[in-house]
Structures are given as C-alpha cells and as structure tokens.
C-alpha cells in the first residue's frame, strides 16, 4: 500500500481533477485544482497532486518563478547539475527565473504541493526511469 | 474555550513568532511566519494566525494584490461597502490592487491563512468593537 493515501482526498485544498491539459509533461498520473487563475494578478496558484512515482519533465519557468509548498506525502526536487532533494510536509522551494528543474512523488508515496507561478513554462526533456531509480 | 486551538501548533506550516512588526495595524494577537521573502521573486508569502478576536485594520495593496488561502479554523473577510463574509478552511480569497479590506478571526476561534502579497500596504482605521460585534 503507497504511501501517505490520505493525499487523494485533499490535504487542505481538494485535488481537482486528472491533470490531462498537462498529461504530456508527466510521467504517472498528477491531478490539477487552480486555486486563483485571474487575468489581474501576475501569478497563478493550483494544488498539485502526483501519485506514487508520478514526476513532471525537467522545465523552466522563463520571465518568471515558481514556488513549492508541500502540503502532504513525500517527494523529490531537483535543479539540473544538482542532488535531488527529498521533500516532506511543510517544505517551502523557490525556483529561479530560467532554472531547469523537475519535481514529483516519491517511489512510494502520493504527493501534494501549493505551486504559485510566474512566466511561461519551457518544457524539457522526462525524468526517465534510469534517471528517476538512482536518486 | 476557543474553537479551533489546533491553529496554534500550526496547521501544514509553523504559526512562527508574535507579529510584532505588524503590532501596530492589528487589534488583538497575531503570528507571522514568513516562508518566501526572496528579492528576486515579486510577491512575498507567510503564514498570518489570529488568536479569537484578533483582526487587522482595514488597508490596501496598493500597485500589486493580496490572496488569502484559509488552512485553519474560522475568520471573516470584508470589503469596503460589502458584507462581511465567513471563511473556512480551503477557502481562498483574491483581493485586487486598491480594494479596502480587513480580515481575521471569528470571535470564538483560532484563524489561519496563508498570504501571497505584492504591492504596497496602505494601512487604515481600526476594524473597531462596535464594528465587529456587528457582523
């Protein structure tokens, strides 16, 4: 049994529904909930939720931001050219303007973060499994 | 005894220290943990808990936005000419550039949301007694 189930019902803020509009930039399964997306403020806000071994491709946020607020399971995030970093409850990531990165579940356990984005996404290449089963 | 005392302990993030710096714009007792406050990245977030009672004057962002995600216990929210309205857990508010407003805890209850701020404060009267008994 995964992980860290609790996550499917929403820690918080409910998961949304199955993240197809960004299916292609997965592997696994990810759900998406947009919290405020409004033509006058300069960030969206979403909850985003990945099940066990779900990861997004490596990507940059070009002109802008991201930021990472774990809100329930475990997960991982990585900059390119460095380690990747185990994420717990309660953990807060601050992404570059251009920084290549990925984030995602755990082996084993659902995952859940508040992301608040600037700028337009530039999507990369997938965390393959090689890559995904050393860290 | 309060409802909601839970909020204390911080719910998914740390309530952090007494809002000293804000002392002056609040009446009752507050608590700010800052989790992004980074020059590179235009908007700043923390976590704002309210002991029962505790509420902040009215005021503005002025040039930039406020968004309000409710992760414990019971408050309000209102905007100048409009009625107070009752907030929950997962409740998420937008407020826009210059709109008057005040916010914080139901009388009885613990109060916590997260804040992702840009723009400038402009802070205004108190949210006084006569005003709040009322809503």
Same mark, same amino acid.
């Given at each position: 049994?995964? +992980?860290?189930?609790? *996550? !499917?019902?929403?820690?918080?803020?409910?998961?949304?529904? +199955?993240?197809?509009?960004? &299916?292609?930039?997965?592997? #696994?399964?990810?759900?998406?909930?947009?919290? *405020?997306?409004?033509?006058?403020?300069? *960030?969206?806000? $979403?909850?985003?939720?990945?099940?066990?071994?779900?990861?997004?491709? %490596?990507?940059?946020?070009?002109?802008?931001?991201?930021? =990472?607020?774990?809100?329930?399971?475990?997960?991982?995030?990585?900059?390119? #050219? +460095?380690? &990747? !970093?185990? =994420? +717990? *409850? $309660?953990?807060? @990531?601050?992404?570059?303007?251009?920084?290549?990165? %990925?984030?995602? &579940?755990?082996?084993?356990?659902?995952?859940?973060? @508040?992301?608040?984005?600037?700028?337009?996404?530039?999507? =990369?290449?997938?965390?393959?499994?090689?890559?995904?089963? !050393? @860290?």
């Amino acid at each position: 049994m995964a +992980k860290h189930e609790e *996550v !499917q019902d929403g820690i918080i803020f409910p998961i949304g529904e +199955k993240n197809d509009a960004y &299916a292609q930039y997965f592997i #696994g399964q990810s759900y998406y909930n947009a919290l *405020v997306a409004d033509p006058n403020i300069s *960030v969206a806000v $979403g909850n985003v939720s990945f099940e066990p071994g779900c990861r997004n491709n %490596w990507h940059r946020h070009n002109g802008g931001f991201q930021i =990472l607020m774990v809100t329930g399971g475990e997960g991982w995030y990585q900059e390119f #050219g +460095k380690s &990747a !970093q185990a =994420l +717990k *409850v $309660g953990d807060v @990531i601050v992404i570059n303007d251009g920084v290549k990165h %990925w984030h995602g &579940a755990a082996k084993d356990s659902w995952f859940e973060h @508040i992301v608040i984005t600037a700028g337009t996404p530039e999507w =990369l290449e997938p965390v393959d499994d090689d890559h995904y089963n !050393q @860290i």
